[in-house]
């Protein structure tokens, strides 16, 4: 239960209990039926700046936001946010990045807007800190019971493999 080890030790055992039983995979599936249409890095883009636009409009733009297939695999996580920082001329500018693990290529949109706020709001916080957590929550209003939703549905895909959304 390695996605859920900072929540209670009730939550985790009502968690391996639904797993045991082969329910938690329908749960999910009964609160999240369907799997979003976004295939694409570029459609990916586009949402993600959409988001951006809407609760970021001052923050610094994007260059690029992406779909990572070795993300989950490499660095045990399931988005990340970079600045790579360039010299031209005499100025520096600076490129700011997002990829989210292609785990989420096939799940509930909620998932991947869960993801794609969490690293937009380490445009404006770096530290998993309160205000980080209360700008994710103004983003997405039911942030932490998604983020437990995610956990629960990467538990379920470490146990069995993924769930076929509709």
């Not at 329910?23 to 799997?35: D, H, N, S, V």
């Not at 990340?80 to 785990?103: C, D, M, P």
Request: glycine share 4%; hydrophobic share 40%.
């Amino acid at each position: 239960m390695k996605y859920l080890s900072a929540y209670p030790e009730t939550l985790q055992s009502q968690a391996q209990t639904l797993l045991e039983q082969g329910r938690l995979g329908e749960l999910l599936q009964r609160k999240y039926p369907g799997a979003h249409t976004i295939r694409t890095d570029r459609a990916l883009f586009d949402h993600v700046q959409a988001l951006k636009a809407r609760y970021l409009r001052t923050a610094e733009p994007l260059s690029k936001v992406c779909f990572d297939s070795k993300l989950h695999v490499i660095h045990h996580a399931l988005g990340t946010h970079t600045t790579i920082s360039r010299v031209q001329g005499n100025q520096l500018k600076a490129k700011r990045e997002i990829r989210i693990a292609t785990v989420f290529k096939e799940v509930p949109l909620d998932f991947l807007n869960m993801i794609a706020v969490h690293e937009l709001a380490h445009i404006r916080h770096t530290a998993h800190d309160k205000a980080f957590y209360q700008l994710c929550h103004h983003m997405l209003p039911d942030y932490h019971q998604v983020e437990l939703d995610v956990r629960l549905y990467l538990t379920l895909l470490e146990a069995s493999g993924p769930l076929a959304w509709d």
